[in-house]
């Protein structure tokens, strides 16, 4: 089994533009979950997802901010515009009851 | 409520030693308590976890000890080695999907 699988692995974009990251969850698994991880904030839940539906999004920071999982094996994140404080790493987990199995992470650097 | 602290920042622990890993939470809804480990440029993966119907949990030289009335639980790490140095997070969540981390603890076994 490959993991979870997120691209892009790295992103640098300019303030304002489009940024969307990517994650292919486990086969099988039916709950996907977006994090964020910075230095002062830590590992932060954004939004999960249980059978493609959106559960709980309150951790979303601000409308520039959404999600989607159109099957049970995509989903993406979506930043519009994006700005520098958007600047992290960004995980994707999947899990099957539990345990959560993470992603390698997208690292976005927003200038 | 929704906080988990975590502590030290930071550990430093002779190899053969034994590290020591405190997470505090105040929400007594919580049920599910699991330890991730990450090594730099990788998502965290579970390590261990527990339930609060049982006050230890042991698997390999790592154990989880809970103090439910305290609302404490901690990771210890016997005889630590070189390659058990990384971040530890400790997290809580009711029914495992919405969870909480704390800030990590960057742990390095000396040699």
């Not at chain 2, 119907?53 to 809970?66: L, N, P, W």
Request: charged share 20%; with cysteine; net charge positive.
């Amino acid at each position: 089994d490959a993991g979870v699988i997120q691209s892009p692995r790295h992103e640098v974009t300019e303030m304002g533009q489009e940024v969307t990251l990517r994650c292919k969850p486990i086969s099988g698994h039916n709950s996907l979950f977006w994090y964020r991880q910075t230095m002062m904030r830590g590992l932060e839940l954004l939004i999960y997802f249980n059978n493609n539906v959106p559960i709980d999004d309150s951790g979303m920071p601000e409308d520039r901010f959404s999600a989607k999982m159109p099957n049970a094996s995509f989903s993406t994140l979506k930043i519009q515009p994006s700005e520098p404080r958007d600047s992290a790493v960004y995980f994707c987990a999947s899990s099957p009851a539990n345990e959560q199995f993470f992603g390698p992470g997208t690292r976005l650097t927003v200038l | 409520q929704q906080q988990v602290k975590q502590s030290p920042q930071s550990l430093i622990v002779q190899k053969g030693g034994i590290s020591i890993i405190n997470c505090a939470y105040e929400n007594t809804a919580f049920d599910y308590f699991p330890w991730y480990q990450q090594f730099p440029g990788k998502g965290p993966a579970l390590l261990i976890a527990i339930r609060p119907d049982v006050s230890e949990k042991k698997e390999g030289r790592f154990t989880i000890s809970f103090n439910k009335s305290a609302k404490q639980f901690s990771l210890h790490i016997m005889d630590s080695q070189p390659g058990d140095s990384a971040t530890y997070f400790c997290a809580a969540s009711k029914g495992a999907q919405k969870l909480v981390f704390g800030q990590g603890t960057r742990l390095t076994i000396n040699p």
